[in-house]
């Protein structure tokens, strides 16, 4: 019959008054069977930690099954005064938990899908049963269902069928670019391992340094443990850092020194595509850390430098918006199309002016703003697919005084070195060639894009989109404005087509590849019918399915849990949307959900104010951009202090006492947020009238003022006082916003977050080498900064998730080291560090690692790390599952090889270990090509 494990996990939220003496058990009855935890001692007053696996037996032929977890309290002999006979268990509270068994998906070996699922964690309440002073609280589960042992010998059949495919494949096949970044191994410490624990007690104290996990198999220095037995000596990790004989690890650090040449620094676009070729340069085991540190360190200078010009220049141009062309510093050029707005060259950097100039979209400049930012991700996401000959330009925003620029590499290419596209609204359209094309198509593949045919062209993405054929030889990519599809338009917007985009998260997920020129009017009308009615279908798909989706799988129980922390105001509601692949103009749907939900209602409270918060600093930060730029139209100077005034005027009307601030919040302000987001602000307020005063009631978990301050300063470039700020969001009455309360009004950069990931990645190595908990939870801040730019970047996720894990790894490693220091002991197991599935850090790290599969599902690297992952976290048949399908996607992935090696051997599959063996000495000692 079929069985069942179930593991207890965690309980909380006890009222514990008196209670502290006492020690905690879970039982869980199955029909006849009980299975009991040991009893554990409340953490921190409030939570048990059992973390306990057990195995029941479910009836043949039934789909459903009925967990009963009880949880009762046993009080501790605490003294010789303590009753020998202590009192009966007191149960605290039962819960009963039903659990369909078919919507437990079996896992299994016999096919490749992307998901993990094995185990479900189930959160249920606990209520009080007796009249144990009120006690109650929640309790985690997780379920997995076994197979029996025929599907077990047909798994065991079907891996040996993989592992065979695996090895017959051709040495020579291509390897992954997505191998490109490797980590490094430990240093060894005065010539040898410390393989030990104690090798490791013995370098901390001699040198006050941490090592590293010395269990980990993947970063370990050294040799490996398989044998070339034609050579008789030790072959090199693979996933070491060590790719030629006689290269040592013992290797100083290299000075990174950078090039002074003023021309080659002054060439924005060579500088970059250098270093973009040396990443895709970079393949496993034979790349050293210093080469990596290396290119890091010269994309972090270019980076910085090109940001310094586009700064500089940027605040130029917008201050000098106004004046006329003579007296300009930097002077408009007349290139390109009418959609990018007025252009400027300065220093090797195009500046575009988003202005609806040429009324695309009604006059709406905030819409031509949207399509500058169009621009930025569509160019990001095609970096991302990491394609090599594809080229990008740098690229930013400079947000200033309420007009936006986009400031781009200048390329080595002019009008007639298009091959690609159309640089004339389609009137004349260029067809690429095979590489091109393959190229382009790979591109659109990863982008889940549709290819479609105009004017007997065939397109992998926008008509407008074009590619030239540089100067420098090089393949150049431009005007991505338009790259992602429109959702279904709105008819009462102008135009909307172009700036009300689905996201990139949204479409790569989605069933169909959807047509970037949909509801563009450059396709036939019988291809478009086609394509525009895919697009109707996914714009309903994503308000009706995913929307209700999110809020109540995703958004609900995360604010839950938020608002047990403490932590509402932490949330980063517009990086979790995005994610999802769900636009910011949808608050006002997701309010109307989370309204309706079957949720308490002090949480859909707390979750309205922090949705109407967003909608609310994002609405008034459009209506300052507007009052600045009318401002800047009316004086046509390049001055500072009347715009400053301006944002003070503005900030007072909303956040004053006054009669003309409650008419500006429940009158312009709350019909603005109705007519952006579409929905009706009475649903979340309810009885109360007042906006303001909905947002400034005070509550347990959130805000709202101050909520809308925050996201307000960051959209809008404002610094304010912090000691005025706190004050009036926690006072009934807030005093009136002076000169010198409004510290600083800068210019915004929204960037590639090419600077923040090179700093994580160095960040990242460093840590990794020398053990370093800071090192690694900087590295860490560094990747979720690139991350709120870039939420869809697999090697971003990808990294992150390694960081939470390695982090996760030394805590461990030093508390095991601090337990030995001093010890007198002489011997250790080498039992590898057990790490708990199940705490919130590596289930932070598991949610990344599946993010970077789910961005890329062919990345071998990603595939191969995670199983890596679950390893270490005892998950060994769902770490198997996940270095076939690493070695499906790329067979000589020597890193995987050995890893792969390893966990057979491990799990007594010799037989297969050895055909994996002999593979990865086919693929190390191979001739070069």
Not at 162 to 168: A, F
Not at 497 to 510: A, G, I, S
Not at 603 to 609: F, G, N, Q, R
Not at 778 to 790: D, G, Q, R
């Amino acid at each position: 019959g079929m069985k069942i494990k179930v593991q207890v996990i965690e309980a909380w939220n006890f009222i514990t008054e008196g209670k502290r003496d006492s020690d905690f058990f879970c039982k869980l009855d199955l029909e006849k069977q009980q299975k009991t935890t040991n009893s554990v001692a409340l953490e921190n007053g409030k939570s048990c930690q059992w973390n306990e696996l057990f195995i029941f037996d479910v009836p043949d032929g039934r789909e459903e099954i009925e967990i009963i977890a009880t949880v009762s309290r046993k009080q501790r002999r605490t003294g010789w005064l303590t009753p020998i006979t202590a009192p009966a268990p007191e149960v605290v509270g039962e819960s009963v938990i039903k659990v369909r068994v078919e919507q437990i998906p079996v896992h299994s070996l016999l096919n490749k899908s992307g998901e993990e699922g094995k185990w479900y964690p189930i959160w249920t309440k606990i209520t009080a049963k007796s009249g144990g002073g009120g006690l109650g609280g929640e309790i985690r589960l997780s379920f997995e269902v076994l197979p029996n042992e025929d599907d077990t010998k047909q798994i065991d059949l079907k891996v040996e069928q993989r592992i065979d495919r695996i090895c017959r494949l051709p040495l020579h096949q291509e390897r992954s670019s997505s191998v490109s970044e490797v980590d490094p191994p430990m240093k060894e410490y005065e010539g040898k391992e410390y393989n030990t624990l104690y090798d490791a007690v013995d370098r901390v104290k001699k040198t006050g340094l941490r090592a590293s996990d010395p269990y980990d198999e993947e970063l370990k220095g050294g040799r490996s443990q398989l044998q070339d037995p034609e050579r008789g000596s030790y072959y090199l990790d693979p996933d070491s850092d060590l790719s030629e004989e006689g290269q040592s690890q013992e290797e100083e650090d290299p000075v990174l020194t950078p090039n002074t040449d003023f021309l080659a620094l002054a060439d924005f676009n060579c500088r970059f595509q250098e270093a973009t070729e040396s990443i895709h340069s970079f393949t496993t085991g034979s790349t050293s850390y210093q080469q990596k540190g290396q290119v890091n360190m010269d994309l972090i200078n270019l980076y910085q430098d090109f940001l310094y010009s586009a700064r500089v220049y940027g605040k130029i141009i917008i201050s000098e918006a106004y004046l006329p062309d003579k007296q300009k510093t930097v002077k408009p050029t007349a290139i390109g199309g009418v959609a990018g707005g007025q252009k400027y060259v300065v220093h090797s950097i195009l500046f575009k002016f988003a202005l609806d100039n040429y009324n695309l979209f009604g006059g709406d400049d905030d819409a031509a703003i949207k399509v500058a930012g169009h621009e930025l991700k569509g160019l990001l996401n095609y970096y991302n697919c990491m394609i090599p000959g594809i080229c990008v330009p740098l690229c930013c925003l400079v947000d200033y005084k309420g007009f936006r620029l986009v400031a781009m590499s200048v390329a080595p290419i002019n009008k007639k070195s298009i091959v690609y596209g159309s640089n004339n609204s389609g009137a004349t359209l260029f067809p690429g060639n095979a590489f091109l094309n393959g190229k382009l198509e790979k591109a659109s593949s990863i982008l889940n894009l549709k290819k479609h045919v105009i004017k007997g062209t065939t397109l992998y993405g926008p008509v407008d989109m074009e590619a030239h054929l540089g100067f420098d030889g090089r393949l150049y990519l431009l005007d991505f404005s338009r790259v992602f599809p429109p959702e279904s338009p709105r008819k009462e917007l102008k135009g909307s087509h172009l700036y009300n985009l689905l996201r990139p998260e949204f479409c790569q997920h989605y069933r169909v590849p959807l047509c970037s020129d949909g509801f563009s009017g450059f396709v036939s009308e019988e291809g478009g019918r086609e394509h525009n009615a895919e697009i109707d279908t996914a714009t309903r798909y994503l308000r009706e399915t995913l929307l209700p989706d999110f809020v109540n799988r995703d958004l609900l129980p995360q604010l839950e849990e938020a608002l047990r922390k403490g932590t509402l105001e932490e949330y980063s509601l517009p990086q979790n949307m995005h994610s999802r692949g769900i636009n910011i103009r949808h608050l006002g749907l997701m309010t109307i959900l989370v309204a309706c939900s079957s949720a308490s209602p002090e949480l859909i409270e707390e979750t309205c104010v922090l949705l109407l918060s967003e909608m609310t600093a994002r609405s008034v930060k459009i209506l300052l951009r507007q009052a600045i730029r009318s401002r800047m139209r009316q004086l046509r100077v390049p001055l500072e202090q009347p715009y400053r005034q301006v944002c003070l005027d503005y900030l007072n009307l909303l956040l004053g006492d006054t009669l003309q601030s409650r008419q500006h919040w429940n009158t312009t302000l709350r019909k603005f947020i109705e007519s952006k987001f579409s929905f009706s602000v009475t649903v979340a307020l309810k009885e109360e009238p007042d906006l303001k005063a909905y947002l400034r009631k005070q509550r347990i978990g959130i805000n709202g003022i101050s909520v809308l301050l925050s996201r307000l300063q960051h959209m809008a470039g404002l610094t304010l006082d912090p000691n005025w700020t706190h004050r009036y969001a926690q006072s009934a009455k807030g005093s009136p916003l002076e000169e010198e309360h409004l510290v600083e009004m800068k210019e915004r950069i929204k960037s590639m977050s090419i600077i923040d990931h090179a700093q994580g990645y160095l960040l990242k190595l460093k840590g990794v080498e020398q053990g370093s908990v800071p090192y690694l939870r900087n590295a860490i801040l560094k990747f979720e900064e690139a991350l709120a730019a870039n939420p869809n970047n697999k090697f971003i996720l990808r990294n992150l998730a390694y960081c939470l894990f390695r982090l996760e790894v030394q805590v461990e490693t030093n508390k095991r080291l601090d337990q030995l220091l001093g010890s007198s002991q002489t011997a250790l197991s080498s039992k590898p560090i057990e790490l708990s599935f199940f705490s919130p850090q590596m289930e932070r790290a598991k949610q990344y690692f599946l993010a970077a599969i789910q961005a890329d599902a062919s990345d071998a690297q990603t595939l191969y790390k995670y199983g890596h992952f679950l390893v270490r976290s005892g998950q060994i048949e769902s770490a198997l599952e996940y270095h076939l399908r690493a070695l499906e996607e790329d067979p000589n992935h020597l890193p995987c090889l050995l890893s792969l090696e390893q966990l057979l051997t491990r799990i007594g599959k010799f037989e297969l270990a050895q055909k994996i063996k002999e593979r990865y000495l086919q693929v190390s000692f191979r001739e070069p090509e």
